[in-house]
Nanobody
Framework: QVQLVESGGGLVQAGGSLRLSCAAS????????MGWYRQAPGKQRELVAT???????NYADSVKGRFTISRDDAKNSVYLEMNSLKPEDTSVYFC???????????????WGQGTQVTVSS
């Protein structure tokens, strides 16, 4: 089985910074793309940023220039550095990874439990 565990959320004032971390564990054979999504109350889950296995990032327009996604394959981890935070960034942030386990011949998407980010004005 594969588990994703996020950390690093919290309460911050507008203009501040936070760094989210997500570590994948379990019977991991390989990890393809990884990413971060967020979901605010009453809204659909939306993409924040993704990163390919080769390290190429992709960002939502709303976070370009403020957020940076990175990964450490040796640690099966993905990170999200969030700067110049705005109140509209307030959401539950979910980690996502496309993983192949030792028990499967295919890749599948796994999700973390989510971490709350609250930005006060």
């Amino acid at each position: 089985q594969v588990q994703l565990v996020e950390s690093g959320g919290g309460l911050v004032q507008a203009g501040g910074s936070l760094r989210l971390s997500c570590a994948a564990s379990g019977s991991i054979f390989g990890i393809n793309h990884m990413g971060w999504y967020r979901q605010a109350p009453g809204k659909q889950r939306e993409l924040v940023a993704t990163i390919t296995s080769g390290g190429s990032p992709n960002y939502a327009d709303s976070v370009k220039g403020r957020f940076t996604i990175s990964r450490d394959d040796a640690k099966n981890s993905v990170y999200l550095e969030m700067n110049s935070l705005k109140p509209e960034d307030t959401s539950v942030y979910f980690c996502n990874a496309n993983v192949r386990s030792y028990y499967s011949g295919t890749y599948a998407d796994y999700w973390g439990q989510g971490t709350q980010v609250t930005v006060s004005s």
